[in-house]
């Protein structure tokens, strides 16, 4: 098995509290697909709206997400699967694929000393 | 004595190169796993073979002798260093492993074929396309770094960069080695004929340069599709690429006159054409249609091949030909299916209603930078005799189009309507 970030990525300001209910019940139904597909969430966490975020670049201090973007990041979970293809198909149900979207990254392994 | 066999050793390495390499590599990456210390492997095998086979003579099955040696090399180096170890299960389904180290030494008969698995792996669609084109030229053809470089017109070590970035990423996001289920199969089956069909027009008409046709190109994309039709024999859409590929290049000797000059469907010698490619193709086409499942090669190919049965370009069943853009259209809504049906309404309802068809064609934006449309258009004014608008169209043809024997096609033409124009008017 290996472990991959999935980012997620919505619409400005990605409020957690503005979510709808449909994309809730989606949300709920989230965790089966997983498993039934072959995957398992190791852990996963939302992110206050990207209005909260404070970028800093060298020593320069902003108000805002590190990138100014239509979509933001919204939350991360990180997740097991056999490959990447299982890894992917698991993404593509994730319901932020319908107005955002979603990254898939390895998580980096340092290899064996 | 010695010199002919040494020669003789040679041609057989290469021959077993051109051949074998695909089912080579893709035996030796399962035991590898991973493609650097796999194309290693293969390429010392390669070089073993020359004294080995000068020492004890060609083997009877040249590719069964490779796989093996480069699996033992691989198993070598998988014994030797546990960094290597450590990638292993990156590539392998660990459940193949045992049977396969037990096969290792059996016939090739008796191994299962993986060029099938190393396809999807290079054509993978988590990776970019231009890098799914370079890997398949480097893992599957076997073609070395630099003349992949030579072909996509980048400096080497941009390419080499390409390519292991992409090895890379296949090992680090665990891209699996593996052919893809029944579900995902057309999808992943219709990103493999891309790029194939991607090689075979790169080299039909190289984008820059003088020569019109990259000819080694062109073979490996034949190669690769004769290959993936032995492999997948009764996929509808495999035919139809095949045929399509065929059929066009049944052309190839009458595409350009003596001096490189291009020459359009409409002037070639069709005398010259290749029968058998031709025969072979509307074969195919027959066999792809007879399933029922027709797709977009073989709509393709079926409409090459009513050009390749017509006597003359005015002969060609037109009214077929727009049937066939028709359906086409509805599988595969691009723009410039579109601009090519345009040409053939052309042929049935003459140039005006066509016209208007490039105008939508216009509007709609997509083909902006396409050197076709306004070439098309040209050809219909000039057709219609409005010269100087065709010249106009011929200038906006010129200005996007980077072929060399396709530039001095459009130049030619254009001097043949301003020639035309200033003929009949004193206007200038």
Known sequence: MAQYAVLIYSPAPADPMSITPDYLELLDRYPAQVTELGGEIVTGFALQPSTTATAIRGDVVTDGPFIEAKEVVAGFFILEAPDLDVALQIAKLNPATRDGGVEVRPLFVPPDA | ?428
């Not at chain 2, 991973?34 to 004890?56: K, M, N």
Request: with cysteine; aromatic share 6%; hydrophobic share 45%.
């Open chain 2, 1 to 428: 004595m010695t010199g002919n066999v040494r020669a003789e050793v040679e041609r057989a390495v290469a021959d077993a190169h051109r051949r074998e390499w695909a089912f080579v590599l893709a035996a030796t990456a399962r035991v590898a796993g991973d493609f650097d210390v796999a194309e290693e492997c293969v390429q010392d095998a390669y070089i073993a073979a020359l004294d080995a086979w000068v020492r004890d003579g060609v083997p009877h099955k040249p590719g069964a002798w490779l796989t093996a040696t480069a699996k033992r090399k691989a198993l070598d180096i998988l014994r030797r260093d546990k960094v290597f170890r450590s990638k292993m299960p990156l590539l392998m389904e660990p459940d193949e492993t045992e049977m396969d180290a037990a096969a290792m030494d059996k016939d090739d008969d008796a191994v299962p074929d993986d060029r099938l698995r190393l396809i999807f792996t290079c054509c993978h669609p988590a990776l970019a396309q231009e890098a799914q084109v370079a890997l398949t030229l480097r893992l599957v053809c076997g073609v070395s770094t630099g003349d992949i470089a030579r072909a996509f017109l980048v400096a080497e070590p941009t390419m080499a960069a390409r390519l292991t970035r992409a090895k890379k990423k296949i090992s680090a996001a665990r891209i699996p080695y593996r052919v893809p289920g029944a579900s995902e199969l057309p999808e992943r089956l219709d990103a493999v004929l891309t790029v194939i069909h991607l090689l075979y027009t790169t080299g039909h008409t190289a984008p820059t340069g003088a020569d019109l046709l990259r000819a080694d190109l062109v073979d490996r994309a034949l190669h690769l599709t004769r290959m993936l039709h032995a492999l997948m024999p009764d996929e509808p859409e495999v035919r139809g690429l095949l045929a399509l590929l065929l059929l066009t290049d049944a052309r190839r000797a009458t595409r350009t006159d003596a001096d490189g000059r291009l020459l359009v469907l409409e002037q070639q010698d069709r005398s010259r054409w290749d029968r058998a490619a031709i025969d072979e193709g509307q074969h195919l086409v027959v066999g792809a249609f007879r399933t029922g499942r027709v797709g977009r090669y073989a709509l393709q190919a079926a409409i090459a091949s009513l050009h390749a049965v017509a006597v003359s370009y005015a002969a060609t069943d037109w009214r077929q030909v727009v049937g066939l853009y028709d359906r086409l259209l509805t599988v595969w809504p691009s723009p410039v299916v579109a601009l090519n049906r345009a040409v053939a309404v052309s042929m049935v309802h003459g140039p005006e209603p066509a016209l208007a068809e490039i105008d939508a064609l216009e509007q709609d934006g997509r083909l902006a930078d396409y050197q076709y449309l306004p070439a098309v258009r040209a050809d219909l004014l000039r057709r219609l005799g409005r010269h100087r608008e065709a010249a106009a169209a011929y200038r906006a043809a010129l200005d996007l189009a980077t072929n060399e024997a396709e530039r001095r096609f459009l130049e030619s033409r254009l001097g043949e309507v301003v020639d035309s124009d200033s003929g009949r008017s004193s206007e200038g």
